[in-house]
């Protein structure tokens, strides 16, 4: 298991940007595939990027292709989305989780064995 923390959330304005982050405790953090999660009040949690261990693939929902980024730099222990164009739709909380090590991105939640504690991002129109 590895333990992440997310910051990065906050309150923005529609149209506008956001870069949200996840760190991992551990030094094997660079072996697993990792992919951010969101859940909206009132809905189920959704799967929203991921990505592989070695950052060369990446999978993303379709309400955010061309507007989401996400990234890795395994030197810092660190899994970044980056979101542009933000909708309020967009508004959740943005949970990351650790995926299967070694392992190409998924979006099935189940293959997730730790999450973060999330943070919220809320996106005024």
């Known amino acids: 298991q590895v333990q992440l923390v997310e910051s990065g959330g906050g309150l923005v304005q529609a149209g506008g940007s956001l870069r949200v982050s996840c760190a991992g405790s551990?030094?094997?953090?660079?072996?697993?595939?990792m992919g951010w999660f969101r859940q909206a009040p009132g809905k189920e949690r959704e799967f929203v990027a991921a990505i592989s261990w070695t950052g060369s693939n990446t999978l993303y929902t379709d309400s955010v292709k061309g507007r989401f980024t996400i990234s890795r730099d395994n030197a810092k222990n660190t899994v970044y989305l980056q979101m542009n164009s933000l909708k309020p739709e967009d508004t959740a909380v943005y949970y990351c989780?650790?995926?299967?090590?070694?392992?190409?991105?998924?979006?099935?939640?189940?293959?997730?064995?730790?999450w973060g504690q999330g943070t919220q991002v809320t996106v005024s129109s």
């Open positions: 989780a650790a995926g299967p090590r070694f392992g190409e991105p998924t979006s099935n939640g189940a293959d997730f064995g730790s």
């Open positions: 551990r030094r094997t953090f660079s072996s697993y595939s």
